[in-house]
Nanobody, 120 residues
Framework: QVQLVESGGGLVQPGGSLRLSCAAS????????MGWYRQAPGKQRELVAD???????NYADSVKGRFTISRDNAKNTVYLQMNSLKPEDTAVYYC??????????????WGQGTQVTVSS
């Protein structure tokens, strides 16, 4: 059984910062890509940023220069540092990971989501 558990969401004023964390646990053999997606009310889920096991990163144009994704492979954890937050960043943020387990399966896993609200 594999779990992704997010933390760090909350309410912040425009221009503020938040740091999201997502820890993967369970019978994990190897983690490949890890990433963050978000879904605002009435909109489709979209990629925010992702990072490979080698540390290569990819960002949505809307967050470039403001958000930074990083990971700690020893802790099976991915982070999203969000600076200069805007009201349009308000959404539920989901952690995502492609990984293989000791049973030999390879699959994509999702966290339960954490709410980020940017409002004055």
């Amino acid at each position: 059984q594999v779990q992704l558990v997010e933390s760090g969401g909350g309410l912040v004023q425009p221009g503020g910062s938040l740091r999201l964390s997502c820890a993967a646990s369970g019978s994990i053999f190897r983690i490949y890509a890890m990433g963050w997606y978000r879904q605002a009310p009435g909109k489709q889920r979209e990629l925010v940023a992702d990072i490979t096991s080698d540390g290569n990163t990819n960002y949505a144009d809307s967050v470039k220069g403001r958000f930074t994704i990083s990971r700690d492979n020893a802790k099976n954890t991915v982070y999203l540092q969000m600076n200069s937050l805007k009201p349009e960043d308000t959404a539920v943020y989901y952690c995502n990971s492609d990984l293989s387990t000791y049973s030999g399966s390879y699959s994509e896993y999702w966290g339960q989501g954490t709410q980020v609200t940017v409002s004055s």
